[in-house]
Nanobody, 115 residues
């Protein structure tokens, strides 16, 4: 069992930056693949990017080059650095932990990009 708590969301102007954090507890964090998803109002949840237990990353085309996922296994935390934010990045952002098909979600943190 893994408990996930996201933080770092807020209101930011277009072109600005935010860093989201996802703190994990309850299990051995380092063995899990971690991912960020987002869900805008009226839309389905979509993947943002993923970092494997080995540290490999991949990103959706919509955020590639602007967002960076990293992890600190000593702190049981995964990060999402978001730069050059656009209004279309506005969404609730969720952290996911996955291992052998077992999936855990955080409660989400809201990111609003607006002037």
């Amino acid at each position: 069992q893994v408990q996930l708590v996201e933080s770092g969301g807020g209101l930011v102007q277009p072109g600005g930056s935010l860093r989201l954090s996802c703190a994990a507890s309850g299990s051995i964090f380092s063995i899990y693949d971690m991912a960020w998803y987002r869900q805008a109002p009226g839309k389905q949840r979509e993947p943002v990017g993923r970092i494997t237990s080995a540290g490999s990353t991949n990103y959706s085309d919509s955020v590639k080059g602007r967002f960076t996922i990293s992890r600190d296994n000593a702190k049981n935390t995964v990060y999402l650095q978001m730069n050059s934010l656009k209004p279309e990045d506005t969404a609730a952002y969720y952290c996911e932990a996955e291992r052998f098909g077992n999936i855990y979600w955080g409660q989400g943190t809201q990111v609003t990009v607006s002037s």
